[in-house]
């Protein structure tokens, strides 16, 4: 069964980091590009961050650029996303999906998105 398990969200302050984990169970990480999502209470469910599966490539939204990385790990079907100098607009449920593209580019709109997690919440708030 295929499945991408988010962990890693919590309670930081602004300023703070967190490293949030997504884990691939019942198919190969290599053959997929995987991004990152969130969805802030009230508003509509936005395209963080992706990660190709060829190479490597990267993506990211303008409002994260320079404070979020996204990276994977193969051989241990984890894809992650660090997150530094968190601010309170951050505050989100992320959630992380997989695309069936095989290819060095990736993209953060839903709709490419073939498989989800279940989120995990990050609240950032003193």
């Known amino acids: 069964q295929l499945q991408l398990v988010e962990s890693g969200g919590g309670l930081v302050q602004p300023g703070g980091s967190l490293r949030l984990s997504c884990v691939v169970s019942?198919?190969?990480?290599?053959?997929?590009?995987i991004g990152w999502f969130r969805q802030a209470p009230g508003k509509e469910r936005e395209g963080v961050s992706c990660?190709?599966?060829?190479?490597?490539?990267?993506k990211y939204v303008d409002s994260v650029k320079g404070r979020f990385t996204i990276s994977r790990d193969n051989a241990k079907n984890t894809v992650y996303l660090q997150m530094n100098s968190l601010k309170p607009e951050d505050t989100a449920v992320y959630y992380c999906?997989?695309?069936?593209?095989?290819?060095?580019?990736?993209?953060?709109?839903?709709?490419?998105?073939?498989?989800w997690g279940k989120g995990t919440l990050v609240t950032v708030s003193s």
């Open positions: 999906a997989a695309s069936t593209y095989y290819g060095r580019v990736c993209a953060t709109q839903s709709d490419v998105m073939n498989y």
């Open positions: 990660i190709s599966s060829v190479g490597g490539s990267t």
């Open positions: 019942g198919f190969t990480l290599d053959y997929y590009a």
